[in-house]
């Protein structure tokens, strides 16, 4: 009978630890909600300036065909560009606040078995390229060697780790970064030896969760009121702002007119 009470003693008390963990996340979601609505009323950070700082030209060659649908397109461009560094700290506060033996100091680190880990931390795969995934490594290279400088004296082992949060499959293996021989430039981290966790693996990895979608379970529970609203309303007053430009300007409202606002704004 004891057995059986503290078997379910157990699961009570790891089922709380769930349910804080999720609320946590939830919180931290619900502050990047508040940080959108921020951005979006900040015309200073988005504003008709912005929009024009896009390449109209590209734009125009993928279809669009008029002021208003620039404005919409170009809206979304930075939009997007905006949100990647604030979803990437969002995600790094959530796991370091829901995960044990992790710290967010800027750089993600975390112990498992012994060994400190020295987070490099991604949003998805193609967040990084074949020039600049080099550059990443290089910095996740020093940054371990600056830990194992630090702590020499404990003997801790100090392991780099390149995790990306989301994937279409998992992966949890050991990499070795191969420099071409004619890639001078990145001959200094050739052999560099990284543990690669991606997807549901990475998840599991640090936190405990078999995927993201195991710890954010209800989506209905993040607080994002406000935040159509204030999409809509920033997305309002580009719309106007482009139209009162071309027209104080005496231009319509083709994509040439676009063009020519943006060589008179330049």
Do not use: H
Request: hydrophobic content about 45%; aromatic content about 8%; some cysteine.
């Amino acid at each position: 009978m004891a057995s059986g009470f503290e078997d379910r003693l157990d699961a009570a008390v790891a089922e709380e630890s769930i349910q804080r963990q999720r609320d946590v996340a939830y919180e931290l979601l619900g502050e990047f909600a508040q940080k959108r609505i921020a951005w979006y009323g900040d015309a200073s950070k988005v504003n008709l300036r912005k929009l024009l700082a896009k390449d109209v030209i590209m734009f125009a060659a993928r279809g669009v065909a008029s002021a208003d649908e620039f404005v919409a397109e170009a809206f979304r461009a930075c939009e997007s560009s905006s949100e990647e560094t604030v979803i990437g700290n969002t995600w790094q506060a959530v796991i370091a606040a829901i995960s044990s033996d992790t710290l967010d100091t800027g750089d993600m680190m975390t112990v498992r078995d012994g060994a400190l880990w020295v987070c490099e931390l991604k949003s998805q795969a193609n967040t990084v390229n074949s020039s600049s995934f080099p550059q990443e490594l290089r910095e996740l290279k020093d940054k371990c060697a600056a830990q194992e400088r630090f702590r020499r004296a404990s003997g801790q082992p100090v392991r780099p780790a390149f995790c990306v949060l989301r994937n279409p499959r998992p992966v949890d293996e050991v990499r070795v970064y191969r420099a071409d021989p004619r890639d001078l430039p990145n001959r200094d981290i050739d052999g560099f030896e990284y543990r690669y966790l991606a997807g549901d693996a990475f998840w599991l990895w640090l936190t405990g969760f078999d995927s993201v979608e195991g710890l954010v379970a209800d989506v209905d529970l993040i607080a994002n009121e406000g935040v159509v609203e204030a999409r809509a309303a920033c997305l309002a007053r580009l719309r106007a702002e482009m139209r009162e430009a071309l027209a104080a300007r005496g231009l319509g409202e083709t994509m040439n007119d676009v063009l020519k606002l943006k060589k008179l704004l330049g």
